[in-house]
């Protein structure tokens, strides 16, 4: 096992422990491997965690295109339509379908993809999600188009702290159950807790596995 190996294989006992005391049972953990190298997801996968997640087509292709992988690609960042074509032969599973016209792509390029419908619970705009009310309509809309739609993912809001997050969650939690769907991805490094507390099924964790990432802003994409 590499230096890294071990390290991650410590932090991931934390994250879940964290999870645990949260009250967590089946709780999946994503590990976020965005802006770091392959090395951090053959880490994961060592630690045993069998997919990553991923935000930037780019940085997929790059990254993951090439190599022999026994593990799963979540793509977790926002999707261009003109980006599915090139995801199609590494992503196994699409975690922000928003918008009927991502449907329409999918469909065509992935027939029946493995897909979560993103909601936007929180007016923060440019971080993607179709609104609460539109949910059931795109679920519809992803299963007459063949799509495998697995649930739902959201992103808790950047300002307010965890708890800022909890109605959002809640809300998206419902939505499920209503929906009879199964997995609900939510809940991140700063707000697991709260996530897990409300039934988030699927925690995505990055910066408590891998470290601090330079800011978004500071990537040439
Ligand atoms: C980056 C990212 C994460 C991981 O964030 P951390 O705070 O590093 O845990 C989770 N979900 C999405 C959608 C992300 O973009």
């Not at 935000?55 to 022999?68: C, H, P, R, S, T």
């Not at 739902?152 to 965890?162: A, F, R």
Request: charged residues 20%; proline residues 5%; hydrophobic residues 45%.
């Amino acid at each position: 096992m590499s230096a890294l190996d071990e390290l991650v294989v410590e932090r991931l006992a934390v994250v879940r422990e964290r999870i645990r005391r949260a009250g967590g049972v089946d709780v999946t953990v994503l590990p976020v491997t965005k802006t770091f190298g392959v090395e951090a997801c053959w880490a994961a996968v060592h630690a045993g965690c069998t997919a990553v997640g991923e935000n930037y087509a780019q940085e997929v292709v790059a990254k993951l295109g090439g190599i022999e992988r026994p593990f799963g690609v979540h793509f977790i960042g926002q999707l261009q339509t003109n980006k599915v074509r090139m995801l199609a032969p590494i992503v196994t599973l699409y975690e922000t379908v928003d918008r009927a016209s991502l449907v329409t792509e999918l469909a065509k390029r992935v027939p029946g993809a493995r897909v979560l419908v993103q909601v936007a619970a929180l007016d923060e705009p440019g971080k993607g999600g179709c609104a609460l009310s539109e949910v059931p309509q795109l679920v519809t809309t992803a299963l007459d188009a063949g799509l495998d739609v697995l649930g739902l993912m959201t992103v808790g809001p950047t300002v307010g702290g965890p708890e800022a997050a909890r109605e959002c969650f809640r809300a998206v939690r419902a939505m499920l159950d209503r929906l009879q769907l199964s997995v609900c991805s939510m809940g991140m490094t700063h707000d697991l807790e709260v996530a897990v507390q409300e039934g988030a099924t699927q925690v995505r964790v990055g910066s408590a596995l891998f470290g601090e990432r330079p800011p978004a802003s500071a990537l040439a994409r």
